[in-house]
T-cell receptor, first 113, second 114 residues
Framework: DTAVSQTPKYLVTQMGNDKSIKCEQNLGHDTMYWYKQDSKKFLKIMFSYNNKELIINETVPNRFSPKSPDKAHLNLHINSLELGDSAVYFC????????????FGSGTRLTVV | AQSVAQPEDQVNVAEGNPLTVKCTYSVSGNPYLFWYVQYPNRGLQFLLK??????LVKGSYGFEAEFNKSQTSFHLKKPSALVSDSALYFC????????????FGTGTLLAVQP
């Protein structure tokens, strides 16, 4: 049973379209994140959510809107897609307390053409 | 602000030889440090972490890392490299505050030659 699952795994779409990526975790974690990995493999935080509430938006354009219907789900909706949005998007969740375990999904490769 | 640096874009090593992938950190307070591995077209897999305690941390797949406070380093090591270890390795540090997000280094590509 996958701990952090993302769908779809691959997404190819045209400029200007709107698309969503879904993330679900079955670990019971309170905190979830979206990361973006660009073409140079740099990993950068986009959003942090704790218990369905947005904690921080890391200067991401407002075309990106995360939504957390419950603490097990964190979806990412992207409006008016641009070529520069092409990247791999990773969802992650974190356990609390002193353990500080972070678990990542397998990623969604978004290609905007 | 917390940060980690991986000074090498790529490390080449022959199979059977020991390997080291370097990471240095800059933090205020106690560092919470992590290593992740990314195989081609795959997600990030957790290798090991240092929170507190013993400076030598053992992790998955035979990897270990040594926390060195005086040198602010957290180098990843393995006594004998395998071709299957070839992958992209990321060092990361926990950023404190409200989010406790992970801040990643730029990654080091490990290439193990047979």
């Amino acid at each position: 049973d996958t701990a952090v699952s993302q769908t779809p795994k691959y997404l190819v779409t045209q400029m200007g379209n709107d698309k969503s990526i879904k993330c679900e975790q079955n670990l019971g974690h309170d905190t979830m994140y979206w990361y973006k990995q660009d073409s140079k493999k740099f990993l950068k935080i986009m959003f942090s959510y704790n218990n369905k509430e947005l904690i921080i938006n890391e200067t991401v354009p407002n075309r990106f809107s995360p939504k957390s219907p419950d603490k097990a789900h964190l979806n990412l909706h992207i409006n008016s897609l641009e070529l520069g949005d092409s990247a791999v998007y990773f969802c992650a969740s974190r356990s609390g307390g002193d353990f500080y375990g972070y678990t990542f999904g397998s990623g969604t490769r978004l290609t905007v053409v | 602000a917390q940060s980690v640096a991986q000074p090498e874009d790529q490390v080449n090593v022959a199979e059977g030889n020991p390997l080291t992938v370097k990471c240095t950190y800059s933090v205020s307070g106690n560092p919470y440090l992590f290593w992740y591995v990314q195989y081609p077209n795959r997600g990030l897999q957790f290798l090991l972490k240092y929170i507190t305690g013993d400076n030598l941390v053992k992790g998955s797949y035979g990897f270990e890392a040594e926390f060195n406070k005086s040198q602010t380093s957290f180098h990843l090591k393995k006594p004998s490299a395998l071709v299957s270890d070839s992958a992209l390795y990321f060092c990361a540090v926990r950023d404190g505050g409200a989010t406790n997000k992970l801040i990643f280094g730029t990654g080091t590509l490990l290439a193990v030659q047979p």
